[in-house]
């Protein structure tokens, strides 16, 4: 991979916390092998340019072994201004593939590949999808590309050794299962 440019930015913040509350590193534009293609997934591309990005801004990062976790802006819970998710949501790279291939077909004018933080020698890489209601996806019969935008985690998780505990709750409750049910058979029912 090669670094295009350099491109210094300001960014709005937002008060519940979603957005760094410190200035934002610029934005390196890396270029992509051509190849990328057709060796690899446009997950495994995108998610190389984030870390060669990460590795850049913010140094050395505390590990290559990636999670993927998708969510919304709708998710976030407003007691804590934190993402609540299960950990069965957390999937490897190559698990989240097809879903990943399937948001950039969809036509979404843009999509958010977010490094959280380390959550139990995880990278956790959150792909945010737009869900304001004027942003819908593209229907045209031109095909239009989404652009996959990056970021890293926010300064309050880099000072806390890149842990995700303050934008992330990662919660171990299993699916509620319906109760197993004894039908109630009478005694008249058994006799022969």
């Not at 919304?72 to 069965?88: A, F, P, Q, S």
């Not at 879903?99 to 979404?108: A, K, P, S, T, V």
């Not at 842990?163 to 058994?190: G, K, M, Q």
């Amino acid at each position: 991979m090669e670094i295009l440019a350099k491109v210094e930015h300001n960014s709005s913040r937002r008060k519940n916390g979603l957005y760094a509350s410190k200035p934002i590193p610029a934005l390196w534009l890396v270029a992509l092998p051509e190849k990328a293609d057709s060796v690899m997934s446009a997950l495994s591309s995108h998610l190389d340019g984030l870390i060669l990005w990460l590795e850049t801004a913010r140094g050395q990062v505390p590990s290559h072994e990636v999670r993927m976790l998708e969510v919304n802006t709708r998710e976030v819970n407003l007691k804590d201004g934190k993402y609540h998710v299960r950990k069965d949501q957390l999937r490897l790279p190559s698990q989240y593939e097809s879903r990943f291939d399937e948001l950039l077909q969809m036509g979404y004018p843009w999509l958010n590949l977010s490094c959280f933080g380390v959550y139990d020698g995880f990278l956790i890489v959150a792909v945010e999808v737009p869900t304001l209601p004027d942003v819908t996806p593209f229907r045209s019969s031109l095909q239009q590309l989404t652009s996959v935008n990056i970021s890293g985690p926010q300064s309050i998780v880099c000072d806390a050794a890149w842990a995700v505990d303050s934008v992330l709750t990662i919660e171990y409750r299993t699916p509620n299962l319906p109760r197993a049910s004894t039908p109630l058979i009478s005694c008249a029912e058994l006799a022969p």
